[in-house]
Nanobody
């Protein structure tokens, strides 16, 4: 089992920045690819970014590419999502997830956090 706890969400104005963190405990963190997903009210959960076990490979959704950066610190068992130039359409609950593949499909991830709310005002 892997337990994931997100933090760092909040309310920010459009154009602002936030950094989300996801702390992992349980099984060896560095064995897992990590992903960030988000879900807005009335919408399906969508892929945001993913990073492989070493941090050497990352992949982003087109909607956030160039604005968001995913990174990880295996010594701290933590994955991060730096979000810059935020837009109102980025408003959602953000979830981190752990899985065996660096992939954009939610069903490929085995473990999920409880989510953290990000609200971007216009």
């Amino acid at each position: 089992q892997v337990q994931l706890v997100e933090s760092g969400g909040g309310l920010v104005q459009a154009g602002g920045s936030l950094r989300l963190s996801c702390a992992a405990s349980g099984r060896t963190f560095s064995n897992y690819a990590m992903g960030w997903f988000r879900q807005a009210p009335g919408k399906e959960r969508e892929f945001v970014a993913t990073i492989n076990w070493s941090g050497g490979s990352t992949y982003y959704a087109d909607s956030v590419n160039g604005r968001f950066t995913i990174s990880r610190d295996n010594a701290k068992n933590t994955v991060y999502l730096q979000m810059n130039s935020l837009k109102p359409e980025d408003t959602a609950v953000y979830y981190c997830a752990a899985g065996r593949r660096t992939i954009a499909i939610p069903g490929a991830y085995d473990y999920w956090g409880q989510g953290t709310q990000v609200t971007v005002s216009s």
